[in-house]
């Protein structure tokens, strides 16, 4: 078996890269068990000396992996190059913060001494898609071999060289050969790789179905397991919201990554009383996205990263016009070579339609009208998915409020979602379980072990 990368900007193909055989799985395996014991013991400060070593790799090689981010996922070249810059910033705060996230903690009980130590669990395996082939990788990376754990990863089909390159950056860096392994798989051989006992934990990042075959294999054999999977997220707009504001943002969360992202929004929720001008406004602004060579700094919208992506996609804004909503604009494929879909909005979208409750996973917005703050809450709520959302108002406590009535992990008021190292990121419901970043995602792949000396 290979893996065919095909630039969506063109269709051209990239790379053919062949898939691995068992026994080259089985020596990658054998060498990251090797490499587990050195690293556990290696003493935390010179693991984050690595890792901020890494950190300055990905930015003295930040326009070679941009370009190679670009080229197999179709990414526009400035959102690249601020990818590469987000996976240095991450090393940086785990190398900065990992001493006190994982220094022991003392509790008072009736023995002389009692703490929590936090420990590795041992070598985890990175389940990652291609939408962020650098970022999705290096926030699950970063804290886990800062505890002394060694990473495996599992890459998405389609961005290969980009899994090659990451472990180059952590080689170059100075990072034992076995600590961090890309693994050139299908994922038919991903069920294998979670229950061979040199593997202790998995880590996915991807779609419900991918997730619930995860959760599965992990389950089966008892191991820990983190999901984040998709998400719908909601983008209510009160009345008193800033619009210019809104919109603004609007168009910069909708259409980041040419609406590939899991945390985009997605269902925008304007309330009545502004609904109108919210829509208008809105079209105009998404009306001057323009597709474009990805490659150009000038370019505005990129294409999506695969041709049946974008056949997807359009097949959900069909259907969802069959049943009564309106083409504000777009709603179409882009003629051209590539993956090309144009950015849309569809409004007066409601339930029974498939756009009211699946993820439209591209650049298509769809509005959903609410009839007061209520209701807005309501709406945002009546979703599978809860992974973010945001509200946007000008009265801040009022929008805390209503933040805090939304069911999702994370919460924004008059600003996108977005994830940030210093912040815990997951969602609950279908958009999984678990949280990475910050004090929390370092602790998820540890041994909190409990020590009690009389």
Request: a negative charge; one cysteine or more.
């Given at each position: 078996m290979s893996f065919k990368v095909v630039n969506p900007a063109n269709g051209t193909v990239l790379r053919v890269v062949d898939s691995w055989t068992e026994k080259q799985?089985?020596?990658?395996?054998?060498?990251?068990?090797?490499?587990?014991?050195?690293?556990?013991?290696?003493?935390?400060?010179?693991?984050?000396?690595?890792?901020?070593?890494?950190?300055?790799v990905l930015r003295a090689r930040r326009e070679e992996l941009a370009r190679t981010v670009t080229g197999e996922m179709g990414k526009l070249i400035k959102e690249a190059r601020g990818e590469v810059d987000k996976c240095a910033w991450v090393c940086d705060y785990y190398a900065d913060n990992a001493p006190a996230f994982l220094a022991d903690e003392s509790i008072e009980t009736d023995a002389s001494r009692s703490l929590v130590a936090y420990q590795p669990l041992g070598t985890v395996l990175a389940v990652m898609p291609w939408n962020f082939p650098l970022w999705q990788v290096m926030r699950f990376a970063a804290p886990a071999l800062a505890v002394g754990n060694t990473g495996l990863l599992k890459h998405a089909s389609n961005v290969p060289h980009c899994a090659q390159l990451l472990e180059e950056v952590f080689l170059e860096a100075g990072v034992p050969a076995g600590v961090f392994t890309s693994l050139m798989i299908p994922s038919s051989m991903v069920a294998r790789v979670i229950g061979d006992p040199r593997v202790h934990a998995v880590t996915l990042t991807g779609s419900e179905p991918a997730g619930k075959a995860v959760a599965a294999a992990a389950g089966q054999h008892l191991k820990k397991s983190v999901l984040e999977l998709g998400g719908s997220d909601a983008f209510v707009i009160l009345e008193d919201a800033d619009l210019e504001l809104a919109v603004d943002q609007a168009v910069a969360s909708r259409f980041l990554n040419a609406g590939q992202s899991c945390i985009a929004a997605k269902r925008f929720i304007p309330v009545t009383a502004i609904a109108d001008e919210f829509v208008e406004r809105f079209r105009a602004k998404v009306e001057a996205l323009q597709c474009g060579d990805p490659m150009d700094e000038a370019t505005r919208l990129a294409p999506m990263a695969r041709f049946d992506l974008r056949d997807d996609l359009h097949q959900q804004v069909v259907d969802t016009l069959a049943k009564g909503a309106v083409a504000v604009t777009g709603c179409m494929p882009q003629p051209g070579d590539g993956a090309w879909y144009q950015?849309?909005?569809?409004?007066?979208?409601?339930?029974?339609?498939?756009?009211?409750?699946?993820?439209?996973?591209?650049?298509?917005?769809?509005?959903?009208?609410?009839?007061?703050?209520?209701?807005?809450?309501?709406?945002?709520?009546?979703?599978?998915?809860?992974?973010?959302?945001?509200?946007?108002?000008?009265?801040a406590a009022r929008g805390e409020q209503v933040a805090r009535r939304l069911e999702c992990g994370c919460a924004f008021v008059n600003s996108l979602v977005k994830s940030d190292p210093r912040l815990p990121f997951g969602g609950v419901k279908r958009s999984g379980y678990g949280r990475e970043l910050s004090l929390l995602g370092i602790r998820e792949f540890v041994n909190a072990k409990t020590v009690w000396v009389r």
């Open positions: 799985l089985d020596a990658a395996l054998e060498q990251a068990a090797a490499a587990a014991p050195d690293w556990r013991a290696l003493p935390l400060a010179e693991r984050c000396r690595l890792l901020t070593r890494v950190g300055e950015a849309s909005i569809l409004d007066r979208v409601e339930p029974g339609m498939r756009a009211y409750s699946e993820e439209l996973f591209g650049p298509v917005a769809i509005v959903i009208r609410a009839a007061d703050e209520a209701d807005a809450v309501r709406i945002a709520n009546a979703s599978d998915f809860g992974l973010g959302g945001s509200v946007w108002t000008r009265d």
